[in-house]
């Protein structure tokens, strides 16, 4: 196996492994699109001949077969059913199977014997019949060109049998040529075929040049369907067969039977005016006029479209992102310094400011070489909801709205397959099933939309529904017996806390499992992958009406805005994407409510409180002897003693604590110090378990 060529086939392959799924599943909406079955016969037949170059002979085998499936559907032969459907996805299955072992270096084994019988079988024409297991072919005949008297045709005539031309009437008067595969007795062969057994008459070169147009080329009236339409494979007659009766009609023994064309040529049809020698043709039949036109376009954009596009390795990328990362820092601490000589040197003071202006742009460039569009992280889904609504019996349509926002590489990678376990979520729990929709008023089609939507620095992937919604006391019941929770501390949840209840490891609202849900796991997947990627989660449901989770994400990963706080002696940062505002700290607006510190921002909001002092230091900010300040975020308010000021970092993971933490990591500030990055999310849970405490 050549690993240079894997390298380059593999990413092409998976590509068009997901643009055949797209396209399959477009085709099922709109049967009758020649553009999308021309594009999925080219998507078999590019990872044929890839999968030729590197001998995976396997592979090779399997494409075929949907190719060969692919190319009778394209040119109308078979008409597409829904279990061609079926078949042709889970053909992709197998190869998609195929390719991972390609990628772990091994050619890949056989596919399902079962499947790629019923692979062939509906390609030359046969359906299942339901409820057996034997497949009928499936016959289309064409009265206009069936040809008069003649029932011989209608049936599939024996295999390894003699082979003859000839020419006869059709039910319109016009005459047509006809090969035909048979063992038929010289009494009874029909009109013009008396003489195939021993002539040794030869026809000419017209003859010849009018009858081979008539078989091969200009779809001469009265030419009959090609016998595959009707016989089984054994029947069909081959490209060798074939050619031996061209040898039959142009030298070798051709049959007297074959009348002369003269008139009886099909009109538009005209034989040669300089006929070439016999020994000369077999060489002269390929050559066409036509070919000695060059192509027209091709050649020239060809070339200009593979210019455009490079393929780079990931990890190249990210070696570049952390060398700019740490660009990014040195020219923090450059301007710390330059800042500190105040305006003693002006030189210095305008090298800082250009440097600072060249790193953006060089941060900026960067940042958008690995930001990819969600389109990648939407692909999967369409599949997913066809799949699963089928087996649970439910009528779901899919919108995708957002496929252009893009969004960093690390982000489209982690995020897939939490993304999917959300869709089978709420397809299992959140909507209802036909009945239950129309009883309750609603259309027995339920709607779930996948949206991504630009914000600023920050995108928001949601995933919502039409469903039942979330029952919070049913989910806070589910908690205690499951013991996820206390009775007494379900007694002091809030709403919006009790429906935070099923990201808590180990809960389900299902006693049994399935093999879509009920094992307690995922939804924590989805709260924990969201924290590693700096995000934040929304929850919100309406019973009866459905639900909404969304999760935000900053636009890239690599440089992170941070807000330095001052807590009594430490310097700490915290993400300028999880803060709303600043707040001088009135202790006129603080309550106690059911055991909870709030702070009252205005007249239509209240905030818990998280007093980092207590959490960090273990002695809570004093409000009345230390300068205290406060940050509030979606989460609570946060008090510290100082807000200092903002800065681009680089985000540094700590390996060495916990995998439950409240940091997100460290960065270097400018002034070459390292500050730890709190995570508003995990404090403010921390907060509210010590508070129920």
């Known amino acids: ?147 008069v008297a003649d029932t011989r045709l209608s049936a599939c005539p024996p295999a390894k049998e003699t082979l003859f031309a000839s020419q006869r009437e059709t039910q319109d008067g016009r005459t047509g040529t006809y090969v035909e595969q048979g063992n038929v007795p010289a009494a009874s062969a029909p009109a013009g075929s008396e003489a195939l057994a021993g002539s040794n008459e030869t026809i000419s070169e017209e003859e010849f040049e009018a009858t081979l147009d008539a078989l091969y080329g200009q779809q001469a009236p009265g030419l009959v369907d090609p016998p595959e339409a009707a016989c089984t494979p054994a029947d069909e007659i081959t490209q060798d067969e074939f050619e031996q009766v061209l040898d039959q009609l142009y030298g070798q023994q051709a049959p007297s039977g074959v009348p002369t064309p003269g008139g009886a040529l099909a009109p538009g049809f005209s034989p040669p005016k300089e006929p070439t020698p016999s020994a000369e043709a077999p060489k002269d039949l390929p050559k066409e006029p036509k070919k000695e036109n060059p192509p027209k376009t091709p050649a020239t954009t060809a070339p200009e479209a593979a210019e455009t596009t490079l393929r780079v390795d ?36 305008r090298i800082a400011r250009e440097m600072d202006l060249t790193v953006n742009d060089l941060q900026s460039t960067v940042m958008r070489l690995r930001m990819q569009p969600c389109k990648r992280l939407f692909q999967q889904l369409p599949r997913v909801v066809r799949d699963v609504s089928r087996q649970l019996g439910k009528e779901v349509r899919l919108e995708i709205v957002g496929e252009d926002v893009e969004i960093d590489k690390t982000v489209v990678d982690a995020l897939s397959g939490p993304l999917i376990h959300l869709v089978r979520n709420s397809l299992d729990h959140g909507i209802e099933a036909p009945a239950d929709r129309e009883q309750a008023g609603k259309s027995k089609v339920a709607t779930l939309r996948v949206a991504a939507i630009h914000l600023g620095d920050k995108v928001r992937i949601e995933v919502a529904d039409d469903g039942k919604g979330i029952d919070r006391g049913f989910v806070t019941q589910k908690a205690i017996a499951k013991g996820v929770i206390t009775a007494e501390q379900a007694a002091h ?201």
């Open 493 to 693: 949840l809030s709403e919006q806390e009790a429906l935070e209840l099923i990201f808590r490891p180990g809960f389900s609202t299902k006693d049994q499992a399935t093999d879509l849900s009920g094992r307690g796991v995922g939804m924590d997947v989805v709260k924990e992958t969201v924290r590693k990627l700096r995000g934040r989660l929304d929850l919100q449901t309406r019973l009866g009406q459905g639900t909404s989770l969304a999760m935000e994400f900053p636009l890239t990963l690599a440089v992170l805005p941070v807000l330095y706080l001052r807590l009594r002696r430490d310097i700490y940062a915290m993400p300028v994407s999880a803060i709303n505002s600043l707040l001088d700290i009135d202790d006129s607006r603080m309550h106690t409510l059911k055991g909870k510190t709030v702070y009252r921002v205005n007249g239509a909001q209240v905030t818990p409180i998280v007093d980092l002092g207590a959490l960090l230091h273990q002695k809570p900010m004093a409000l009345h002897s230390e300068t205290v300040e406060g940050v509030l975020t979606d989460r609570g308010l946060f008090l510290v003693s100082e807000v200092l000021g903002n800065e681009d970092s680089v985000v540094k993971p700590i390996d060495f604590l916990a995998e439950q933490n409240w940091y997100q990591g460290a960065t270097i500030s400018g002034k070459g110090s390292v500050v730890l990055i709190l995570d508003p999310n995990s404090l403010a849970a921390l907060e509210a378990l010590e508070g129920v405490a």
């Open 314 to 349: 990931a990890g190249r990328l990210d070696a570049v992102m952390n060398q700019v990362g740490e660009l990014v820092l040195l020219r923090n601490r450059l301007a710390a310094a330059v800042g500190s000589l105040g305006e003693e040197s002006e030189d210095m003071l």
């Open 1 to 147: 196996m050549d690993m240079e060529i894997l390298q380059d086939y593999l990413p092409e392959a998976q590509e068009l492994l997901q643009k055949a799924q797209e396209d399959t599943l477009r085709l099922e909406g709109d049967p009758d699109n020649d553009e999308i079955l021309a594009s999925l016969f080219r998507a078999f037949h590019t990872l044929k001949g890839g999968a030729g170059f590197l001998e995976a002979q396997n592979l090779v085998d399997w494409t075929h077969h949907l190719e060969d499936l692919l190319d009778k559907l394209r040119s109308h032969s078979l008409s597409l059913t829904p279990v061609m459907i079926d078949t042709i996805l889970r053909g992709l299955d197998v190869i998609e199977g195929m390719l991972q072992e390609l990628g772990q270096g091994e050619y890949p084994a056989p596919g399902p014997q079962d499947l790629g019988a019923l692979i062939q079988e509906l390609a030359a024409g046969r359906k299942p019949v339901t409820g057996e297991s034997t497949i009928v072919p499936s016959i289309e005949t064409n009265e206009a060109l069936a040809p």
